[in-house]
């Protein structure tokens, strides 16, 4: 079977599962995106079409932990509007989030959940309203983020220097999460040599290193293979028990009841 009927074959399996077209297409995407970066054939990446819609279909539908109370706000956004030139992109955005909270920023392709992350994460300045971040934070962007010449280690250092921990410690904490994600960088590939999603694992491990208080994740599965695509949502409600807040841009979530909140950019985009 090559990659395309695997691919066709895994939209039928969707489908018999009764995932929406929305989700099915960007669970196609992404395992297309995949295969591309990767070179590898569908089979061995993900395993049958059968298999693979299964999993993928109960991950959706996977149960959330039990809520606990809520902490301090972590995160506080008021009024955000931003404009790339004469374009509102983000108007009068709020969104509050606490420890051991979980949002989940969705909408249309293109209506700005990545500029709000990157507003979030101070690398973008707002042309009206604030933000405030109360104590350590961690980005993972949807893209860039790693040094095309540096080692995974070397990542590791790189961040952990920011985050007041040794080489050692960093390297181990880094590896630990690599490993979480069910990825061994000990060959000491350069990150221009990794296959996208393993990037996305590179830029999340990093974003999660030296406990951060807030996680913003733009889109971090992209291109992640069957077993992290299944661990990624446990990965979050771990890190909510920890305590952390944590802002996931998403397009895959059929079930935004298993998140605390939705902020939806969409409605905000066609209201302003
Ligand atoms: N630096 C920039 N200058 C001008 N326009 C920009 C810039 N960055 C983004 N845009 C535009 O702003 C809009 C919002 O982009 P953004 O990447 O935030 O959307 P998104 O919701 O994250 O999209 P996607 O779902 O495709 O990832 C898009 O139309 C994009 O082309």
């Not at 059968?50 to 932990?65: E, I, K, M, N, T």
């Not at 809520?70 to 969104?95: F, S």
């Not at 921990?165 to 630990?176: E, I, Y």
């Not at 990825?183 to 590179?202: E, F, I």
Request: proline share 4%.
């Amino acid at each position: 079977m090559n990659n395309d009927s695997w691919l066709h074959a895994l939209g039928q399996e969707l489908v018999r599962h009764q995932l929406g077209p929305d989700v099915i297409g960007h669970v196609i995407a992404e395992a297309a995106t995949h295969l591309r970066d990767s070179g590898q054939p569908a089979l061995r990446a993900f395993g049958t079409p059968q298999g693979y819609a299964a999993a993928v279909a109960d991950s959706l539908a996977a149960r959330r932990p039990p809520r606990r109370p809520l902490g301090r706000v972590r995160l506080d956004v008021r009024g955000v509007t931003k404009r790339y030139g004469r374009r509102t992109v983000l108007h009068d955005v709020d969104l509050t989030v606490r420890a051991g909270e979980v949002a989940a920023v969705v909408g249309a392709n293109g209506c700005g959940k990545s500029t709000f992350l990157r507003v979030c994460a101070g690398l973008l300045s707002a042309d009206a309203g604030a933000v405030v971040v109360d104590g350590v934070l961690g980005y993972c962007p949807q893209d860039a983020g790693t040094y095309d010449f540096l080692r995974p280690d070397e990542h590791f250092v790189l961040v952990g220097a920011g985050r007041g921990l040794d080489r050692s410690r960093s390297r181990r904490l880094g590896r630990a999460g690599a490993a979480a994600l069910q990825w061994d960088p000990a060959d000491g590939t350069q990150a221009r040599h990794l296959s996208g999603g393993t990037r996305q694992k590179l830029n999340l491990v990093m974003a999660s290193m030296g406990d951060p208080d807030v996680l913003l994740l733009d889109e971090p599965y992209q291109g992640f293979d069957r077993g992290t695509y299944l661990d990624f949502w446990q990965h979050v409600w771990r890190w909510r028990d920890e305590g952390r807040a944590i802002v996931v841009v998403t397009h895959l979530l059929s079930h935004l009841d298993q998140v605390d909140q939705v902020l939806d950019l969409t409605v905000r985009e066609a209201a302003a």
